[in-house]
């Protein structure tokens, strides 16, 4: 048993029938040089990763662009085709006028699980007042949130907006909500660990992809760039598995966790039992 934490559907085929929006969508993600992907080969993807959950993670910056790349409706429809196994999360941009009647919309009427922000993508530092009125509806709806932490492929995303420890006020500030910062915030891998030490509300996901392949990133991320021991003595429960699929298959990315040498205990929490607590479960 797997769940993902964190797949950018950018490239999932019921909401790529827009050439256009597609290919704008690829420009501004990153994601060149890939076509749609049909849901059955997903499925199959999953399949040879044991998965039997997906976050779902959408992308506003529509003040700017005018469009969210992948709308709440768009995960929307794509949860509704397989509802036990797509967890869907909201995206806003808070800089927005109708930022907070669209959140609520995404949680009352759309049902979806949470909220996903990219503050390197909107140039906003996280304890922007426009975001944290975003916050406070999560704190409402009882919703955790998932920010994007440290560097990012995305068009004109800059890192000086995400750097780990600048979440650090909101994550003691917002203690009633579940946090999760993603890429375990590389290249500031230590600043995540420490605050995934301090605060109980404090999660991040293994998404990461940026040099060689998982088995490399993975082993100089946990083995090296933390103490061998930190995950297994101190935060066997508070990471998230995250494959960052499209960029990498969900597969991969567990062959390279895998390969680290995790007791069992270890891997059950950061495959499953993390990402159900974090989602608000009491039995883990």
């Avoid at 999932?12 to 990153?30: K, S, Y």
């Avoid at 509806?137 to 600048?166: N, Q, T, W």
């Avoid at 062959?255 to 607590?277: K, M, P, Q, V």
Wanted: glycine fraction near 6%; aromatic fraction near 12%; charged fraction near 25%.
């Amino acid at each position: 048993m797997l769940i993902d934490a964190h797949v950018r559907p950018a490239l999932f085929e019921p909401i790529c029938q827009d050439r256009n929006r597609f290919h704008n969508r690829c420009d501004a993600m990153h994601y060149h040089r890939m076509n749609p992907s049909g849901m059955e080969l997903l499925k199959k993807q999953y399949l040879l990763a044991d998965i039997t959950g997906v976050f779902l993670l959408p992308s506003d910056c529509s003040a700017e662009t005018g469009d969210s790349e992948i709308s709440n409706d768009e995960i929307a429809r794509i949860v509704a085709l397989d509802p036990d196994l797509y967890y869907g999360f909201a995206a806003v941009d808070p800089r927005n006028k109708n930022a907070a009647s669209e959140l609520t919309r995404a949680f009352t009427d759309l049902r979806l699980r949470g909220l996903y922000i990219n503050t390197a993508r909107l140039h906003i530092y996280p304890g922007d007042a426009r975001l944290r009125a975003m916050l406070d509806i999560c704190r409402e709806y009882g919703k955790p949130v998932i920010f994007h932490a440290g560097f990012s492929f995305e068009k004109d995303a800059l890192a000086m907006y995400s750097r780990p420890i600048d979440f650090e006020p909101v994550i003691a500030q917002y203690e009633d909500i579940n946090f999760c910062l993603t890429h375990m915030g590389w290249p500031w891998v230590q600043e995540t660990a420490a605050l995934l030490l301090k605060y109980p509300n404090a999660y991040a996901n293994t998404a990461l992809m940026n040099f060689d392949g998982p088995y490399q990133i993975y082993r100089k991320v946990f083995l090296e760039d933390m103490g061998e021991l930190w995950v297994e003595h101190n935060l066997s429960d508070k990471i998230l598995f995250g494959s960052g699929s499209p960029r990498i298959r969900p597969v991969r990315s567990r062959r390279g966790l895998d390969s680290l040498g995790f007791s069992e205990e270890t891997r059950e929490r950061i495959y499953y039992r993390n990402a159900r607590r974090f989602l608000g479960a009491k039995e883990y």
